[in-house]
């Protein structure tokens, strides 16, 4: 039982290219969930989804596009990377279909734009 | 979508009790105060959540006031494995800035 997993690990990327952030999740929860994590700004939810076919905006949604296909899966993509999106960006799932569900959240992409 | 706010950090010794405590203003009738911990270079983990009174678990107690406008993290007896940012959410899923927690020997 893995968790959420995360991948890649680590990113760079130059300005106006475009990459996917893959979330697996094997504990079959309905939620999943996409924040970013910047120095003294604590973690901003970007997109997130109640259930497979379905995204919905956070607080910081522009610039991404999200999809979920799956119910395992949640993309997270960036169509032209900017270095304001510099950022370490966590995944994150939780099973019941309310918001009082704890989250599971997985270690992390560290993307750096240039 | 509510936010919190917390100290932004705290200092302690092991072996002391540490409280950090979270205003969640606008926590609605339904929602759940919900503790995460976080290590550099992790993903934040699961603490603590309760709705009212007091909650505890091996690792922690939760106290919430009966206007649960505001709610108490409680590490007993901490070590300096317990260093790490600590966030609390009023419902929803909005985190705040966290409490970074240093400590010391």
């Known amino acids: 039982n893995a968790g959420v997993t995360q991948t890649p690990k680590f990113r760079v990327l130059k300005t106006g290219q475009s990459m996917t952030l893959l979330c697996a999740q094997d504990m079959n929860h309905e939620y999943m969930y996409w924040y970013r994590q910047d120095p003294g700004m604590g973690l901003r939810l970007i997109h997130y989804?109640?259930?497979?076919?379905?995204?919905a905006k956070g607080e910081v949604p522009d610039g991404y596009n999200v999809s979920r296909l799956k119910k395992q899966n949640f993309l997270l993509g960036l169509e032209s990377a900017a270095p304001s999106q510099t950022s370490v960006y966590f995944c994150a799932s939780s099973f019941r279909t309310d918001y009082n569900s704890p989250l599971h959240f997985g270690n992390g992409t560290r993307l750096t734009v240039t | 979508l509510a936010k919190t706010t917390q100290p932004i950090s705290m200092d302690s010794y092991e072996g002391q009790e540490v409280n950090i405590t979270c205003s969640h203003n606008n926590i609605a009738t339904n929602d759940y105060i919900t503790w995460y911990q976080q290590f550099p270079s992790q993903g934040p983990r699961f603490i603590i959540q309760?709705?009212?009174t007091k909650v505890t678990n091996e690792v922690a107690s939760l106290f919430i006031p009966a206007d649960r406008k505001s709610s108490t993290l409680s590490l007993p007896r901490v070590s300096l494995s317990d260093t790490a940012v600590y966030y609390c959410?009023?419902?929803?899923?909005?985190f705040g800035q966290g409490t970074e927690l240093s400590v010391k020997p």
């Open positions: 959410l009023g419902g929803k899923l909005i």
């Open positions: 989804s109640v259930g497979e076919g379905t995204t």
């Open positions: 309760g709705y009212k």
